[in-house]
């Protein structure tokens, strides 16, 4: 029952899906990452279902392609860009590590974390436009499914990330959900996520008659992982919730522009 819970309590506090309302006890916070990844699942049908029903409609590129970018912003209410938001805030303070931990509790927000944004949004809407645009020369319908595989993966990532690495400090979200976890269970359950999305992403890749090499995802998804991790323990001393949530939308906007490379 407690396993229940913790998908509960993962959908509820990481996206916008209508779930029942559950208090947040210890033991049913064990295995709350271990169900992060379907928050990705759902939007990655969403996305590729937005995608896909464009296309059977004759819709412009342009108008899928906007509304695509929103559609994740939507489903997860914001969250991970608001921890992408301070942390470019706290980033471009250049200050020192006490100074840019402070800047991230900050409810306000700076002129870097607007420009961050707009950039963001910009560089995100300009792939999500190239990427529709191929994915309906191809014509493979299965081709609007891929998001899914990118956006469950690199939560597995982000949770695998929660758990491993150093905390900044000792409150906020991200150190709560690593306290009440059982990190060997945890981190073996997300290992095993990442694994089966890669030889999903792999099939998945060899059936729509790739061109490059379609183990690439994993990779790109890694070397992202990796580079966050040396660079929040050298700026920040370690995790927290904003910089978990920087690192899904870097890794997501890197996977979608990587999967470019697929449909070359």
């Known amino acids: ?106 409810p306000h927000t700076g002129a870097f974390a607007i420009i961050s944004a707009v950039t963001y949004i910009c560089l995100y809407a300009g792939a999500m436009g190239q990427y529709v645009h191929m994915a309906r020369q191809r014509k493979g319908g299965l081709l609007f499914l891929w998001p899914v595989f990118y956006l469950a993966m690199e939560r597995a990532f982000s949770g695998l990330g929660v758990l491993a690495l150093p905390k900044a400090k000792q409150d906020g979200l991200a150190a709560s959900f690593s306290r009440a976890a059982r990190e060997r269970t945890d981190k073996r359950v997300l290992i095993l996520w990442i694994i089966l999305l890669e030889a999903g992403a792999i099939l998945a890749a060899k059936g729509w008659g790739a061109g490059f090499w379609p183990g690439f995802l994993g990779l790109v998804q890694l070397g992202i992982f990796l580079w966050y991790g040396k660079m929040v323990k050298r700026e920040f001393g370690g995790v927290t919730g904003d910089l978990a949530g920087w690192f899904l939308q870097v890794c997501e906007l890197g996977s979608l522009a990587a999967s470019l490379i697929l449909l070359a």
């Open 1 to 106: 029952m407690n396993l229940l819970y913790g998908c509960v309590i993962a959908l509820s506090m990481y996206s916008r899906i209508p779930m029942p309302r559950v208090e947040w006890k210890k033991e049913r916070m064990e295995h709350v990452m271990c169900f992060f990844p379907l928050v990705g699942i759902a939007e990655g049908i969403a996305l590729g279902a937005w995608l896909w029903l464009c296309g059977r409609l004759g819709l412009s590129e342009l108008f899928a392609a906007l509304w695509g970018t929103a559609i994740p912003i939507l489903i997860t209410g914001g969250i991970h860009m608001d921890g992408f938001l301070d942390t470019m805030d706290a980033i471009h303070s250049y200050g020192d590590r006490k100074k840019r931990l402070a800047i991230m509790k900050d």
